[in-house]
């Protein structure tokens, strides 16, 4: 592991533990609300930025780390929920900058990428719809937003579901169905032509602004704000989702590394039978399985991290390790929180929350079933009958 990596690493897992962790208690927060308040997102930044750390995997020259370095850097930041939205290492805005690093115009960094790097501005992703009208889900190309040119404009019509963040974001990659194909669009948020109809009640609650059902109606977006060309917003959504998918991996990775320490705490000081839980076999047994899962699943992001420093597309292997580090992390949270009886389920410490996080994800970025039907896909294809 470089030296830079090491030390940027290290910054951010003190402020993420000494600033941030404290935070967890702010009453500002709702135990089932719609992720952090703009005013606390704001607070922390101007913290996270006065210690150096804001944006801590994108070099001020505008450069990225390597995706082995960032695995350290995104690892540190998910040591509390709040830990990402601090230090602007979240999601959906680091898979965004990532694209827009790779894809945007001059014009459009200058622009969109800026004031996100800055962290003065959060942005969100709009492609899935909603599932009673049979839009795009697990299947993207059953797209049914359209886009169609209109002189030097584009006019994109369609509803949109689980946004996240779109409530109170200032920047939107569009996603929408031309003649020639799938489209992305950077926007201006908020706009009058981009409607939230509501924002869900879901399971998970890290995420700033929630996630929301949009309708957008005859949205006019200059030639000029379309990324890449049009026809080709698959490909790019391919840049994206590797990596999109494997910081997930990163940040969540921390976050039950967090929920072990808290709930190993717990066993090795409550008593019952006599004794310390941690000298209960069945308790001992269950923390030592999340040593053994927790170690597999940041072997599997660092492989895939390497993958994709080679220069490959990593979809193959970005589906497995997103399907290993999911389960795995799901079943460290799932074992934190039996550790821990009812305080486990409790809103007092963040295991509770952990365990709901990593619920969700094993179901965004490609649920779990997608990833091994695509990865069975493969071996039909490569297969060669043996003699
Ligand atoms: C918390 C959260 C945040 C999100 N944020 C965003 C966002 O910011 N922007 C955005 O565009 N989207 C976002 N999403 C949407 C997410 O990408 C979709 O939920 C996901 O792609 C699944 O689509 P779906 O919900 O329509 O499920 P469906 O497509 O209805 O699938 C339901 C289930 O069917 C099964 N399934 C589907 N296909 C297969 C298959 N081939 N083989 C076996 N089983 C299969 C899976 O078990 C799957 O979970 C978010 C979702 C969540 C939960």
Redesign the pocket.
């Known amino acids: 592991m470089t030296q830079r990596a090491l030390e940027i690493a290290g910054r951010v897992e003190a402020f993420v533990r000494d600033v941030v962790v404290p935070y967890e208690r702010d009453p500002r927060i709702e135990i089932h609300g719609h992720g952090p308040p703009e005013e606390l997102v704001a607070e922390l930044r101007a913290l996270a930025r006065a210690a150096g750390v804001l944006t801590p995997h994108i070099l001020p020259d505008g450069s990225h780390l390597s995706q082995r370095e960032t695995a350290i850097v995104l690892r540190a930041s998910g040591l509390s929920p709040l830990g990402p939205v601090a230090v602007n290492t979240m ?2 805005d680091e898979g965004n900058m990532f694209l827009l690093g790779k894809v945007g115009t001059p014009e459009q960094k200058t622009r969109f990428l800026k004031p996100l790097v800055s962290g003065e501005a959060r942005s ?5 719809e909603p ?1 009673a009208e049979n ?6 190309s059953m797209m049914q937003t359209t886009c169609h040119p209109d002189g030097n404009h584009w006019v994109i019509n369609g509803r ?6 779109v409530q109170g974001a200032k920047v939107g990659i569009v ?1 929408a169905r031309s003649d020639d194909g799938a489209c992305m669009f950077l926007v201006d948020l908020p706009d009058p032509a981009i409607r939230i109809e509501r924002v869900l009640d ?3 609650s890290s ?1 700033p602004g929630g ?1 929301a059902v949009v309708v957008i109606e005859n949205l006019r977006v200059p030639a000029d704000q379309m990324l890449g060309q049009s026809g080709e917003g698959f490909k790019y959504a391919q840049i994206r989702l590797s990596p999109a998918r494997l910081s997930h991996c990163m940040r969540w990775w921390g976050a039950a590394r967090r929920a072990h320490e808290i709930a190993s705490d717990y066993a090795c000081r409550r008593q019952a039978f006599g004794k310390l839980l941690i000298d209960h076999e069945g308790v001992g047994f269950m923390l030592a399985e999340n040593l053994i899962d927790l170690k597999q699943a940041e072997l599997m992001i660092d492989w895939c991290a390497d993958v994709l420093d080679g220069g490959s597309t990593g979809t193959t292997e970005s589906s497995m390790a997103k399907v290993a580090v999911s389960e795995a992390l799901m079943r460290v949270a799932d074992r934190c929180v039996q550790v821990m009886g009812g305080t486990g389920v409790s809103g007092d410490t963040i295991v509770e929350q952990v365990f709901r996080e990593i619920r ?1 994800f094993r ?8 990833h ?3 990865l069975a896909k493969r071996i039909k294809r490569d297969s060669h009958f043996l003699p």
Do not use: L, N, Q, R
């Open positions: 999601a959906p969100a992703f709009f492609m899935t599932a839009g795009a889900g697990s299947d993207p949109k579901a689980f946004i996240t963040g996603m879901t399971i998970d995420m996630h969700a179901i965004y970025d490609g649920p779990t079933e997608v091994k039907w695509s």
